[in-house]
């Protein structure tokens, strides 16, 4: 039920996104999700990959400043008012949200969205009491 992310802390700068994104090409990992963003002075590129470790290797041999983060992805009816209905059963379990992004996939009639919060494991159990469906990391990666 829990998915881990890659963030990625990158100058703010020209050309820095593409030197990410080609080592990890380079290396054949392919990218199922990313979020970017940025301050003044730096970005967070949020990123879930199909080989997690490989990319470690590959961005760490290349001085790049990563963290790991346990995130969950959650279905969300692909409908208006879809997100609202999800957030009011949050709300309601008295959770918090930090922050969250789409993933875009073609399999569901629902949207997947990445959320973050303090303990993903607590979190994904609550949620799944309030009737919601947690994607497994597998299933993530082969949206």
């Known amino acids: 039920m829990i998915i881990k992310q890659l ?16 080592l990890l090409g380079a290396e054949n990992i392919n990218i199922r999700a990313l979020s970017l963003a940025d301050s003044s002075n730096f970005g967070v590129m949020r990123l879930i990959v199909d080989d997690l470790d490989k ?23 692909d409908a208006p008012g879809g997100l609202a209905e999800v957030m ?11 922050y969250m ?7 569901h009639n629902n949207a997947i969205m990445i959320m973050r919060f303090d303990d993903a494991e607590e979190t994904a159990k609550k949620l799944e009491d309030q009737g919601l469906n947690i994607l497994k990391q597998e299933e993530v990666l082969n949206l």
């Open 7 to 22: 963030s990625i802390f990158l100058e703010n700068r020209s050309g820095r996104v593409n030197e990410v994104t080609s």
């Open 55 to 77: 990319a470690i290797a590959c961005l760490e041999k290349n001085d790049i400043s990563i963290g790991l983060t346990s995130v969950i992805a959650l279905e969300v009816p």
């Open 88 to 98: 009011r059963k949050i709300d309601k379990s008295g959770l918090n949200v930090k």
């Open 101 to 107: 992004y789409s993933i875009p996939e073609k399999k």
